[in-house]
């Protein structure tokens, strides 16, 4: 070859490289309080919050990495709502975690006590300032101001250059306290919010990623969707999902090339970990495959080993995730989430049916419901009108339960409407029907050692 031919052909090799990106994302939503593994059931991957925080740490360091959170950090377990408000001891730490961007999910709003506190906290800088908590079309009753940190954020990463704009958008639902928070369908905003689609024009970004608590076959989705491709005709756009408890992708409608869907499952028994494929075409980036979510797998840890080079993750633990698990163990002793409550003699599954002598629905209806009756209506000839609304999360596993199963069977505060209704089963209730005496009250430390309350 002649150093004539040779230079030619290094440049045009060098001017390839110049012209392609690739760009890992790493997608987790709706942990629920699901932040120290699954320790009952392992064919569900038993990865911990500060597991997650160790391959972020490893998996993006030293390149351009986008993580990212798709609403419901709390009610699920013990973790994220034994606490007094709930969510005053998760929320820092996903705070600390470093992600690029999260967004709100419903059941950090269903709490009157965990979201006001969650908002006042951002509200007054002391959250989710390095890490924006972002909330497009979730607004406080005034319908102008962000519940979260702000409603879009825009990052230029620092090797690429590539300019990501992040959203944050929520689904429409029905049971919110309007009296303190207001949710615009999202596609009803973008039509009507000219401000905002100005700002995501003028941002100019190579790439939009929207934050959903949407699930990919919600019917917000789809308009949404169409509303922000008919905005930004040719960048490629990302819908991270979440909401359904589901891991699934689905395709943008009308055949788009440079758009996806995908939704991460739940409760960290899933997570989305792919790379973006970009190339350069005239002067706009593009995806030169569609991004491909994969598949759920069974061992979160040796997965995620395996994104690190390593058998298991917890063989390459850092400094950060070793913070996170210690972390867990303080919340784990300060609410007394590994003390053995009471016992069960078989498992009883949330999603079994009535008729089913093993479904928790059978236990409540048998076996609870009784026992409550008869706290409730002590004298003869006194009537009461009952029902489930299928609020449990979890089942009930045999052997012996700690506070933290029960709380992950009913994470709720879900009081008795009024006298004669009985609205759904609460962790007390349960408890009495099993060892016929009141749940013990846990002892959290006070105020002055726990520096979360003082934020």
């Given at each position: 070859m002649t150093p004539l031919c040779l230079f030619l052909?290094?440049?045009?090799?060098?001017?390839?490289?110049?012209?392609?990106?690739?760009?890992?994302?790493?997608?987790?939503?709706?942990?629920?309080?699901?932040?120290?593994?699954?320790?009952?059931?392992?064919?569900?991957?038993?990865?911990?919050?500060g597991d997650f925080q160790t391959l972020m740490d490893v998996y993006c360091a030293d390149r351009d990495c986008i993580t990212i959170d798709s609403g419901d950090q709390v009610e699920g377990t013990g973790y994220s709502d034994a606490s007094n408000p709930p969510g005053s001891e998760i929320y820092p730490i996903f705070d600390q975690l470093g992600l690029t961007a999260l967004t709100v999910g419903n059941h950090d709003?269903?709490?009157?006590?965990?979201?006001?506190?969650?908002?006042?906290?951002?509200?007054?800088?002391?959250?989710?300032?390095?890490?924006p908590y972002l909330t497009t079309n979730t607004f406080l009753a005034d319908g102008k101001t962000p519940f979260?940190?702000?409603r879009w954020h825009l990052v230029t990463l620092p090797h690429s250059q590539l300019r990501v704009l992040f959203l944050g958008w929520m689904y429409n639902f029905d049971n919110l306290n309007t009296s303190l928070w207001k949710i615009v369908p999202p596609a009803a905003l973008l039509a009507a919010d000219a401000a905002l689609r100005t700002d995501i024009q003028a941002a100019k970004a190579d790439l939009v990623v929207s934050l959903c608590h949407i699930g990919s076959l919600d019917p917000d989705m789809a308009p949404l969707v169409t509303s922000l491709r008919n905005l930004l005709p040719t960048?490629?756009?990302?819908?991270?999902?979440?909401?359904?408890?589901?891991?699934?992708?689905?395709?943008?409608?009308?055949?788009?090339a440079q758009c996806t869907i995908l939704e991460a499952g739940r409760y960290l028994e899933n997570l989305m970990a792919y790379t973006m494929h970009f190339k350069k075409v005239g002067a706009i980036w593009q995806w030169s495959a569609l991004p491909q979510g994969g598949l759920p797998i069974p061992t979160i840890t040796q997965y995620l080993g395996?994104?690190?080079?390593?058998?298991?993750?917890?063989?390459?633990?850092?400094?950060?995730g070793r913070k996170v698990a210690?972390?867990?163990?303080?919340?784990?002793?300060?609410?007394?989430?590994?003390?053995?409550?009471?016992?069960?003699?078989?498992?009883?599954?949330?999603?079994?049916?009535?008729?089913?002598?093993?479904?928790?629905?059978?236990?409540?209806?048998?076996?609870?419901?009784?026992?409550v009756i008869r706290e409730l209506v002590p004298h003869p000839g006194n009537t009461i009108a009952a029902y489930n609304t299928a609020d449990s999360r979890a089942d009930l596993p045999a052997g012996k339960l700690t506070r933290n199963d029960l709380?992950?069977?009913?994470?709720?505060?879900?009081?008795?409407?009024?006298?004669?209704?009985?609205h759904n089963l609460t962790r007390d209730q349960l408890y009495f029907a099993i060892e016929g005496s009141p749940m013990p009250s846990p002892v959290p430390a006070p105020p002055a050692t726990n520096p979360h309350y003082a934020l």
């Open positions: 052909f290094c440049a045009w090799a060098f001017a390839q490289v110049e012209n392609t990106l690739d760009i890992p994302v790493l997608q987790i939503t709706d942990v629920h309080g699901w932040i120290n593994g699954h320790p009952r059931d392992l064919n569900k991957g038993n990865a911990t919050l709003l269903f709490d009157d006590r965990s979201s006001v506190w969650l908002h006042e906290h951002i509200a007054k800088g002391q959250l989710f300032q390095k890490t979260g940190t702000k960048q490629p756009l990302l819908f991270a999902s979440g909401h359904s408890h589901v891991f699934r992708q689905v395709k943008c409608p009308g055949a788009d395996s994104l690190v080079g390593a058998d298991d993750i917890r063989d390459v633990t850092t400094p950060a210690r972390q867990i163990d303080e919340i784990t002793a300060r609410y007394q989430l590994d003390t053995v409550e009471a016992c069960m003699d078989r498992t009883r599954v949330a999603s079994g049916l009535y008729s089913d002598s093993n479904s928790l629905a059978y236990f409540w209806l048998h076996e609870v419901l009784p026992e709380y992950m069977v009913f994470p709720f505060d879900i009081p008795l409407w009024e006298a004669m209704m009985l």
